[in-house]
């Protein structure tokens, strides 16, 4: 019994020593360039922030990359700045300020700041400022624009919007060009086929189909939706104010 308590205390000890080791600061040396065949082959290792240039033959990851980043896929575990040109991806787990353009998708895990391009995917988890333009946006908030076949921003977001179809989840302000134009709420335009207002909303409707649940504004379509005003349905235009 006594040696499977000592067992079982040693363990312990030894697990708090662990976390007490991977709470205790990583040095993250700075260093002016560097340059990567596969992660870990690369130099310098890949605790070490770049401040200039760096390039990733097949995949580089370091702590953060300010400057000019290129290469086939490059990743930065935290902040990144600068220019990143990859071919296939650029992946950043923390916020990034620049340009990224890459062959198949931009990945940024934090907030971005300035103009994303990609062959396939732009990804921004959190607040986006600048322009997106790629076949799918993805922001979860938007300050800017989007060009894309689909666009969707998922919180709060302002801006301008052209796409085959726009979904904005949550409460949007501004203009919304589109095949499908969706928004949970909004004050602003939207321009479209078919233009949805899934809460309410304040503002224009221009569509062969043009809904809002409680609306504030003027519908011109063939059809238009207000669910909160004295005729519901019409053709050619409806208003509510």
């Known amino acids: 019994m006594k040696k499977s308590s000592l067992v079982l205390l040693s363990l312990v000890l030894a697990g708090a020593a662990s976390a007490e080791d991977l709470l205790k600061p990583e040095e993250h040396p700075v260093v002016g360039c560097g340059i990567s065949f596969a992660t ?5 290792a890949q605790n070490a922030t770049i401040d200039g240039f760096r390039w990733n033959i097949i995949y580089g990851e370091n702590f953060g990359t300010h400057g000019c980043d290129i290469g086939f896929v490059g990743a ?3 902040d990144a700045s600068g220019f990143q040109l990859d071919i296939v991806a650029g992946w950043d787990d923390f916020d990034f300020k620049g340009c990224q353009i890459a062959g198949v998708g931009n990945a940024v895990l934090g907030g971005a700041t300035g103009f994303q391009l990609a062959g396939a995917v732009n990804y921004t988890r959190g607040a986006f400022t600048g322009f997106q333009l790629a076949p799918v946006n993805y922001a ?9 076949a689909l666009n969707v921003n998922k919180v709060v977001s302002k ?9 904005d989840l949550n409460e949007y302000s501004g203009w919304s060009f589109g095949a ?3 928004a949970d709420r909004i004050e602003g335009l939207q321009l479209g086929a ?9 503002g224009v409707q221009i569509g062969v189909i043009n809904s809002a649940v409680v609306f504030s504004g003027i519908q011109i379509g063939v059809l238009n939706l ?3 005003a004295e005729i519901p349905i019409l053709p050619i235009m409806n208003a509510q104010f």
């Open 226 to 228: 207000i669910g909160n």
């Open 76 to 78: 930065n575990r935290a």
């Open 159 to 167: 801006g301008f919007q052209i796409g085959a179809y726009n979904a």
């Open 180 to 182: 499908v134009n969706y």
């Open 194 to 202: 078919l233009n949805i207002i899934a809460t309410a909303g304040r």
């Open 140 to 148: 979860g908030s938007l300050y800017g624009m989007q060009v894309a």
């Open 40 to 44: 870990p082959i690369q130099a310098p």
